[in-house]
Every structure is written in C-alpha cells, then in structure tokens.
C-alpha cells in the first residue's frame, strides 16, 4: 500500500478520557502534518514534522494535545482529558519537500 | 481570521459543461496553491497545484488559475462529469509548510 495510512478509522471515547491515534506516511516522504477538520470547515493545521523533528505546533493545539514522530516515520497524536469539542476528523498528510500533500483517510474522533 | 475564503458553498453544473470553483486569499506571502476534492467519509484528495512565479496550471480535464493581484484563483473543470460531484477545497502556503484551506464548495453535476 502506498498511501497515507490512519488507525482507527473511527473512535468514540468518554470525555475525560485520553485517545490516540496513529499515522502512516508514504515511507520516503519526510514531511508529516496533522490537521483536524470540523463540520463545514476545511482542515486546519495542527503540527507539522520534518521527519522526527516537530517543526511547527498551532495555537490550536493545546497543552493535551501531543504529537510524536520517534524514528521518523509513523507518527502517534495523543489527546488528554477528551472535551466535547475535541469531536472532529483528524487528518494526517505526507509529502516529499514541498508540494501536493497526500491524505489519509482521517480518524473521525466523538467524545461522548 | 480566514486567511483563504471560498465564498460559494455550493455549485451545481449539467453534465459536459464546465465547472468554476473560485477562492480568494488575503497573505501576500502565499506562494504555492493546491486544490483538494474530498468524497464522504474519505481524506481529500490532492487535485492539481500552482505557484506563484504561473498564472495557469492544466492537467486533463482540470485547469486552475491564479491571478496575483487580485489574490484569487479559480479552477475550472471541464467538461464536468457526475463523478466530478464532490467538496473542492483550495489551499495556500508561504514556503509551502503550514497551508491555510477554505471551507470548501460542494460541486453537484448533474447528469
């Protein structure tokens, strides 16, 4: 398989509980972002890594929120103390430099 | 503040005719332009590009336009085919890192 791949697809979680989810990239590409789209938004940007280094955060991503890429290829999102308004798609991109991302299919994140 | 704006949420087309999806950005600094079109229940998926040194981008059926000093693009499909009926997002960088998306306009083509 060569596309962006995300696991779970779907999760629903209990506010107050603590999720994560995971992304793999297309292997030779070193750039991975994560985005969270809402309900009749587009995505908007969370953080982007430049293989393991994390480059860039959002001011959306708050002090629950952490990414990781260890060795540079997969990347984990973990979200803490789950709020209602955490429920949204979270996408993950890859890309080789600068240029057309490639999607995933998202993990579409409701906290109950 | 909504730095690229797509004002039309929706479009509807007849089959064969062409379809033009418009966008408008605010940064001066946005360099590099990308249209995405997204199915439910699937990641978008990455449509055709453009930077800022052209004015005109094609691939197939497919062509997408920038016009600088009035920061806005516009991507034209043509002809239009029912299979074309999805959410069309355009995105902009500066230095092509974290893009800024709009809200997206749902094309329906009708066959």
């Known amino acids: 398989d060569t596309g962006v791949s995300q696991n779970p697809r779907h999760k629903i979680t209990k506010r107050g509980q603590n999720v994560t989810f995971r992304c793999d990239p297309i292997s030779e590409h070193n750039r991975l972002y994560w985005y969270r789209q809402t309900l009749g938004q587009g995505p908007e940007f969370l953080t982007y890594?430049?293989?393991?280094?994390?480059?860039?955060k959002s001011r959306l991503l708050s002090d629950r929120f952490s990414a990781e890429r260890p060795k540079g290829s997969f990347s984990t999102l973990e979200i803490q103390r789950t709020e209602q308004g955490d429920s949204a798609m979270y996408l993950c991109?890859?890309?080789?430099?600068?240029?057309?991302?490639?999607f995933g299919s998202g993990t579409r994140l409701t906290v109950v | 503040d909504q730095q690229v704006k797509q004002n039309s949420p929706s479009l509807s087309v007849q089959e064969g005719r062409i379809s033009i999806l418009n966008c408008d950005y605010t940064n001066s600094m946005f360099d590099y332009f990308l249209w995405y079109k997204k199915y439910p229940a699937e990641g978008p998926t990455f449509l055709i590009s453009?930077?800022?040194?052209?004015d005109k981008n094609e691939d197939g059926r497919f062509t997408v336009f920038l016009n600088k000093s009035a920061k806005h693009l516009s991507l034209h499909i043509v002809p239009s085919q029912p299979g074309d009926s999805a959410v069309y997002f355009c995105a902009a960088s500066a230095q092509g890192n974290q893009f800024y998306f709009g809200t997206g306009t749902s094309l329906t083509v009708i066959p």
């Open positions: 991109a890859s890309s080789l430099e600068v240029g057309g991302y490639t």
């Open positions: 890594f430049q293989n393991e280094a994390q480059l860039e």
């Open positions: 453009i930077s800022s040194i052209k």
